[in-house]
């Protein structure tokens, strides 16, 4: 039965191409005989911003649950995701959907064992990193306690404040981490609010 495959690419700046990664990913996926049935892409947004800061990747793993095809291809692991736990986070719905991933600068193919074991070790180190980080945050509430600083949840963001970091990010003037930083938030604040902006908007439109 031939695959159905999507093709996923991303760059960073307007100034790059896409057709380059689009050109090869079609070849290769003409050489095992799978059916480009969807391309998605993310043109001029850093690898840096989450799902919901980057539409092509969130229309895919969209299509990935209605089960629009059976593998994606990306040109190379860092096309999905700047961080370990962002790209956890991508596989772990492709896997829930079943579907295979493909990237082409690290030879993994997840339509193989050997792909997937790979995979396997990604995520891994993925939720090794995600318990660094419970265990950081951990140790710098215990600190700032013993220190007679306050610990514990950040102050909530005002509606101005909230409108202004929205405004920015839009714009493309701060990343969600120069909010979190600048507004003395945690970044999963600011991930929330986008989130809950997208879908205010959607609700909208």
Not at 77 to 97: H, N, Y
Not at 173 to 184: I, N, P
Request: hydrophobic share 35%; charged share 30%; proline share 2%.
């Amino acid at each position: 039965m031939t695959k159905r495959a999507a093709i996923y690419v991303r760059v960073s700046t307007d100034k790059q191409t896409i057709e380059n990664q689009v050109t090869v990913l079609r070849q290769i996926a003409e050489r095992r005989g799978w059916e480009v049935v969807e391309q998605y892409s993310d043109a001029g947004i850093s690898g840096s911003k989450g799902r919901d800061g980057r539409p092509g990747l969130d229309q895919m793993l969209k299509d990935a649950q209605r089960r629009r095809f059976d593998v994606v291809m990306a040109w190379a692991i860092d096309r999905l995701g700047r961080s370990l736990i962002d790209l956890l986070g991508t596989i772990q719905v492709l896997e829930a959907c079943g579907v295979d991933l493909y990237l082409y600068q690290q030879s993994i193919d997840t339509t193989t064992p050997a792909g997937r074991t790979m995979m396997q070790m990604v995520g891994s180190f993925a939720e090794f990193e995600r318990a660094m980080l419970r265990e950081r945050t951990k140790i710098g509430l215990e600190t700032a306690r013993r220190e007679g600083r306050v610990g514990g949840r950040p102050p909530k963001l005002s509606h101005q404040q909230q409108t202004e970091i929205v405004r920015m990010i839009s714009k493309g003037r701060k990343t969600a981490a120069d909010a979190a930083r600048l507004f003395g938030v945690h970044p999963a604040t600011i991930s929330r609010l986008l989130s809950r902006m997208l879908v205010e908007r959607q609700s909208q439109g």
